[in-house]
């Protein structure tokens, strides 16, 4: 930081690949939300996709979570929160098989996706923002605003999903 402004590095391959994360970002996505209280998510894409997203705010702020929905996975329906914002810089990695969220803390957030799979419509789905089961606490809890789609997923069904994400990874007939 001097007196024009500062220079930073957003992405490194090195980085990545000493840290054991994917390297290849072949799709790069920006939100813009008008409102503070917006809420996206939680999504995530079934298998095949392996999609992973490196996920920064570059203007306004935003509480960001991620959902573990990795059966093997220690952290397995547990989640972790954060606050990204246009001052800390902050970005966070989220890798495949875990859902990711965000809800707006400011008016005119912007938030910049960069992943190492393409959209494919036809796998993305997700699990409500607010299901109980999850335990997550956002921040704001009057003036939501949200989509129909997002608002609308039903209760988690563990016996479900983990039956259908064994169907779509190929390990059941």
């Known amino acids: 930081m001097d007196l024009r402004g500062f220079f930073a590095r957003a992405f490194c391959v090195h980085e990545f690949t000493a840290a054991g994360l994917p390297t290849a970002l072949v799709q790069a996505s920006i939100s813009f939300n008008a409102r503070r209280g917006t809420v996206r998510g939680m999504?995530?894409?079934?298998?095949?996709?392996?999609?992973?997203?490196?996920?920064?705010?570059v203007r306004g702020a935003l509480?960001?979570?991620l959902l573990d929905l990795r059966p093997g996975s220690p952290s397995y329906l547990r989640h972790v929160a954060?606050?990204?914002?246009?001052?800390n810089r902050d970005a966070v990695f989220i890798p495949h098989?875990?859902?990711h969220?965000?809800?707006?803390?400011?008016?005119?957030t912007e938030?910049?996706?960069?992943?190492?799979?393409?959209?494919?419509?036809a796998l993305a789905t997700g699990v409500r923002w607010n299901d109980p089961g999850f335990g997550i606490a956002w921040p704001l809890t009057d003036g939501i605003l949200i989509s129909e789609r997002d608002a609308?997923?039903?209760d988690f069904d563990r016996?479900?999903?983990?039956?259908?994400?064994?169907?779509r990874s190929g390990a059941i007939g």
């Open 111 to 121: 938030v910049l996706y960069q992943m190492t799979d393409v959209y494919a419509p």
């Open 152 to 154: 609308n997923y039903p």
């Open 97 to 99: 098989g875990v859902a």
């Open 63 to 65: 509480f960001d979570v």
């Open 43 to 57: 999504h995530f894409q079934w298998p095949p996709s392996r999609e992973a997203k490196l996920v920064r705010c």
């Open 159 to 167: 016996k479900a999903f983990e039956t259908e994400l064994a169907h």
């Open 101 to 108: 969220g965000f809800q707006t803390l400011a008016d005119a």
């Open 82 to 87: 954060v606050e990204l914002n246009e001052e």
